[in-house]
């Protein structure tokens, strides 16, 4: 019998983004509460963070839009040709279905 409660959630890329959106406001929490009572090796590190935090603040919404223009322009193309879209779907199934009875 197999437990349901050790399976591994189903990442996206929504959730990436957003767990990552969390963890970078976390971090700019902790920049902030820190920022009185550092000594100079400490602040160094707190200005490489803050760099490190921007150029990631870049990367997920490039990401992010990557992403959701990806997934407009596939409903785009199943819109303007759902058959196709249809038949395409139906063959890599089958086709995954004839290789898993295989084995």
């Known amino acids: 019998m197999q437990d349901t ?3 591994e959630p189903e990442v996206t890329v929504g959730k ?17 509460a820190s920022a009185g009572e ?11 963070l803050t760099a490190s935090l921007q150029s990631a603040k870049a990367n997920v919404y490039k990401v992010e839009e ?3 223009a990806g997934a407009r322009a596939t409903d785009r193309v ?9 038949g395409i779907a139906f063959g890599v199934g089958l086709l995954i279905g004839v290789l898993v009875a295989r084995k």
Do not use: C, N
Request: charged residues 35%.
């Open 66 to 68: 990557k992403a959701l």
């Open 38 to 48: 550092l000594g100079e090796r400490a602040r160094e590190a707190r200005a490489r």
């Open 5 to 7: 409660d050790t399976a």
């Open 78 to 86: 199943i819109r303007d040709h759902p058959y196709q879209s249809l």
């Open 16 to 32: 990436l983004v957003q767990d990552f959106k969390v963890v970078m406001h976390d971090a700019e929490s902790l920049l902030k």
